[in-house]
């Protein structure tokens, strides 16, 4: 699912609608071209490659910086991150639906979301006297 809105410069010079899902979508949607939603049967932004990068950091635990190529840079990989979590929860938070399948996706979603969150924010300076006069 990390494919889904990573965009096309993970394919590098693979094709940008390769693997199992831009193949069964393309198959599914009959290869139909829908500006701004569909190309040739696959989501817009639709990247492969991405789900191998995001299963490198979060499954191996690789450095973005290794993972960085002349096209592929450091935020398309935060931003396929960012969007790859972004899927998940809307999974996670999605209506329950009477069929086994959804169910143990929306629950590995949750797992997901619970043990790959992403760190936590550094704890900024506080502000000078100056700073802290300008903001009020």
């Given at each position: ?5 990573a ?35 696959v989501?817009a932004?639709?990247?492969?490659g ?41 999974i ?6 009477e ?19 992403p ?11 100056a700073q ?5």
């Amino acid at each position: 699912m990390a494919n889904l809105r990573a965009g096309p410069r993970f394919a590098g010079d693979d094709a940008p609608f390769a693997g199992r899902l831009g193949a069964l979508c393309a198959k599914v949607y009959d290869r139909a071209d829908l500006e701004g939603y569909l190309s040739m049967g696959v989501p817009a932004e639709y990247g492969a490659g991405a789900s191998e990068i995001v299963r490198e950091i979060i499954g191996h635990g690789t450095a973005i910086a290794k993972l960085q190529t002349e096209t592929l840079r450091t935020g398309d990989i935060e931003r396929a991150l960012i969007e790859w979590r972004s899927v998940l929860r809307h999974i996670a938070l999605a209506p329950d639906y009477e069929w086994d399948r959804w169910r143990e996706l929306r629950s590995a979603a949750a797992r997901h979301i619970e043990t790959n969150a992403p760190a936590r924010l550094p704890d900024l300076p506080p502000l000078t006297a100056a700073q802290r006069r300008n903001a009020q």
